[in-house]
C-alpha cells in the first residue's frame, strides 16, 4: 500500500510490464529545492569552471561538503583517456587525505576529527597531514599529485557503492598524495 500512494503521489512509477517502481517526476521538485543554495553558487561559478577547464585542458569540479561526505556538484573539460569519470551527484567520504580544503581553516576540534577518521597510517604520519593543512591554506587552494589510487578511486565511484569508494580513498594514504611545496622547475602530474 505504501508503494501504491508514492505511485498515486508521483514519487514513484510502476512499470506495467514488469512491475517494478522507479523514480517519479514528483521527486524532480525535491532534488530541486533540495539543492538551491548550490544552484545559485554553481550559476555564478560554471562559466568560470568551463574556462578554466578550457584554459589548462583539465578535468575540474565543483564540489561541497556534506557533513562527512563530498558531494560532487558540477564537472566541466575532458575525460581522463581511458579512464573512468567522476560525475555530478557521487559522494566520496570525507577522510584523509581527501578533503583538505574543506577541513583547512576548521578548528582544531574538526581537524582532529578528520584525522581521526583515517586510521592509524594517518596517525603515524599526523605531521604531514597537518603541512598539507597548512598549504592548502597558504596557497588557498590542494594540489595533489595523480597516481593508480586515484585512478582507483574514480572507477570506484563510477560503480557507486560506498564501500569500494571508502577502500579506495584508504588507498591515497599509501602513495604520494599531498604536494606540499612546488619546485619552480619541476614537473607534476596533478589530480
Do not use: N
Not at 167 to 173: P, Y
Request: glycine residues 10%; charged residues 30%; proline residues 5%.
Amino acid at each position: 500500500s505504501l508503494l501504491g500512494e508514492l505511485t498515486d503521489a508521483g514519487y514513484l512509477v510502476r512499470d506495467p510490464v514488469d512491475k517494478t517502481y522507479g523514480l517519479g517526476p514528483r521527486l524532480l521538485a525535491v532534488g530541486l529545492a533540495a539543492g538551491h543554495s548550490e544552484r545559485l553558487v554553481l550559476s555564478r561559478a560554471r562559466r568560470h569552471l568551463r574556462r578554466l577547464a578550457s584554459d589548462l585542458d583539465v578535468r575540474c569540479v565543483a564540489s561541497t561538503r556534506r557533513g562527512d561526505d563530498i558531494v560532487i556538484l558540477e564537472v566541466a573539460g575532458r575525460d581522463r583517456p581511458f579512464g573512468m569519470s567522476i560525475q555530478p551527484g557521487h559522494r566520496l567520504p570525507l577522510v584523509p587525505p581527501v578533503g583538505t580544503v574543506f577541513i583547512a581553516w576548521s578548528s582544531e576540534t574538526e581537524i582532529e576529527r578528520w584525522l581521526g577518521r583515517g586510521g592509524d597510517e594517518v596517525a603515524t604520519s599526523e605531521t604531514t597531514y597537518r603541512a598539507a593543512l597548512e598549504a592548502v591554506r597558504r596557497r588557498g587552494c590542494s594540489l595533489s599529485v595523480d597516481g593508480p589510487a586515484r585512478a582507483r578511486l574514480e572507477e570506484a565511484l563510477t560503480l557507486g557503492e560506498q564501500g569500494p569508494v571508502a577502500e579506495a580513498v584508504h588507498d591515497l594514504v599509501r602513495q604520494r598524495y599531498f604536494l606540499l611545496e612546488v619546485d619552480e622547475g619541476a614537473e607534476y602530474e596533478l589530480s
